[in-house]
């Protein structure tokens, strides 16, 4: 079965830098559009930051400048690199993979911590 598992996830000081790493199994990281999420205590999941096949790449309002998205096809892995990092990055960061094949399916990791400290 399809799987995806994140790492890089951990504890920063405010202004500090992370990259995180999300590498799938079982699934065509070519065919996919892959995304970052994240979801705060409390908070709804929002997405972070997305990578489509066709090369677009979107940011949310709030990580422009700071984070960037990227992908290895060859290796099946979506990157987020996160600089300048803010307490209110403070979340669970998930790996997201979308395929269309007449049909949408999501796939999910099981999430990494990131905590930054004011």
């Known amino acids: 079965q399809v799987q995806l598992v994140e790492s890089g996830g951990g504890l920063v000081p405010a202004g500090g830098s992370l990259r995180l790493s999300c590498v799938g199994t079982?699934?065509?990281?070519?065919?996919?559009?892959l995304g970052w999420f994240r979801q705060a205590p409390g908070k709804q999941r929002e997405l972070v930051a997305r990578?489509?096949?066709?090369?677009?790449?979107t940011y949310a309002d709030s990580v422009k400048g700071r984070f960037t998205i990227s992908r290895d096809n060859d290796k099946d892995t979506v990157y987020l690199e996160m600089n300048r990092l803010e307490p209110e990055d403070t979340a669970n960061y998930f790996c997201?993979?979308?395929?269309?094949?007449?049909?949408?399916?999501?796939?999910w990791g099981q999430g990494t911590q990131v905590t930054v400290a004011s």
């Open positions: 997201n993979a979308q395929i269309t094949i007449r049909t949408v399916t999501n796939y």
């Open positions: 079982r699934i065509n990281f070519r065919r996919s559009d």
């Open positions: 990578s489509t096949t066709g090369g677009e790449v």
